[in-house]
């Protein structure tokens, strides 16, 4: 089994935390997204992962490079990076990683986290992860035969089709098929929005007779913007903290501090007179003073002092006193 996870978006709308990191990498619960997403998918596969193709822009560096490649082989698998410099579209993302495109793969686009337990139907070429949602309206959507079969992909539609909303992760038995499909749509210049939409492959190959299933998730969570992404980070921390996860380092220094349940907390972290929790997650090196601290979500090596704060996002290296008034802060920052 391969996994295949474009990620070549920098992530505009959690500016300006992805100014400095591509926000794939950014981390829920003390890990960063993508690397969620991947273990996430190969729990629920319960297959062995042959290798893990990453597609990124090229300015994303090396140390990004060596962070994917790691992850994979954390799986046992093979790490390959991929190109794609051009914002072309997911069809065209997908076509950049194009040699890794041969047997069984998963699709997984690197912005969303799952919750699911299921096995995949040895009978279907290709599933489609679900979730029910209350508008439908604002997705793309699957539209299912009696038989439980996907029919038709519908994006944003005006009237209902079905409230289960294509959530970007796809399983195909062979995905050189796929590939083939969607050269077709590059060769014919097939284009919706100025993009190559990987739904125009998977229409052609229902279109040959190929089946297609649904596979529905327990829980999806976006890491769109700032309050879906500190709200996802506060779900992953609560659903951890129920399997029995204990994700608070022991190098934690706590004089007269309070931990309020559940919390990530990494090493060599400072809380001083400080409560910290509930759904927060603390990068190593961090140090809290004189704070209030609930629901949010703080990189690695920051300081927080005199501070009261609730649905709060904060990088790595930053600096917050709630004391003063003389402060520098970067573009697209939000206070509020």
């Not at 082989?73 to 194009?98: D, F, R, V």
């Not at 492959?201 to 309050?227: R, T």
Request: a negative charge; hydrophobic letters at 40%; glycine letters at 8%.
């Amino acid at each position: 089994m391969k996994i295949i996870v474009p990620m070549a978006g920098r992530g505009s709308r959690l500016r300006p935390h992805t100014l400095t990191i591509p926000k794939p990498l950014i981390p829920i619960a003390g890990k960063p997204i993508v690397h969620r997403l991947v273990e996430d998918i190969a729990g629920v596969l319960n297959q062995s992962i042959e290798e893990v193709a990453f597609i990124i822009h090229e300015s994303f560096g090396k140390k990004v490079e060596e962070e994917l490649i790691a992850i994979a082989q954390k799986l046992g698998a093979k790490g390959t990076i991929y190109y794609q410099n051009e914002a072309l579209g997911t069809g065209h993302a997908i076509m950049c990683a194009k040699d890794s495109l041969s047997g069984p793969a998963v699709i997984a686009y690197a912005d969303t986290l799952i919750r699911a337990d299921f096995e995949l139907e040895a009978t279907a070429d290709s599933v489609i992860w679900v979730k029910q949602v209350d508008r439908p309206e604002e997705f793309g959507v699957i539209s299912l035969n009696e038989a439980n079969e996907i029919t038709e992909l519908v994006e944003k539609p005006k009237e209902f089709i079905s409230d289960l909303a294509v959530i970007g992760i796809y399983y195909f038995k062979e995905v050189a098929v796929l590939k083939t499909e969607l050269q077709a749509v590059l060769d014919n210049n097939i284009i919706h929005g100025g993009e190559y939409q990987i739904n125009d492959g998977i229409k052609q190959m229902m279109a040959k007779g190929m089946k297609f299933v649904p596979g529905k998730v327990e829980e999806w969570m976006d890491c769109g913007n700032k309050n879906v992404t500190v709200e996802t980070n506060s779900r992953m921390l609560s659903f951890l903290h129920n399997d029995g996860e204990n994700l608070v380092s022991t190098s934690v220094n706590s004089e007269n501090s309070t931990i309020i349940q559940p919390c990530y907390i990494g090493e060599n972290v400072t809380l001083k007179n400080a409560t910290v929790g509930p759904n927060v997650s603390l990068g190593s090196g961090c140090l809290v003073e004189n704070t209030t601290l609930k629901n949010s979500l703080v990189q690695n090596h920051s300081t927080i002092k005199n501070a009261n704060l609730d649905n709060a996002m904060i990088g790595s290296y930053a600096s917050f006193d709630g004391n003063f008034t003389s402060i520098s802060i970067g573009d697209y920052s939000v206070l509020e």
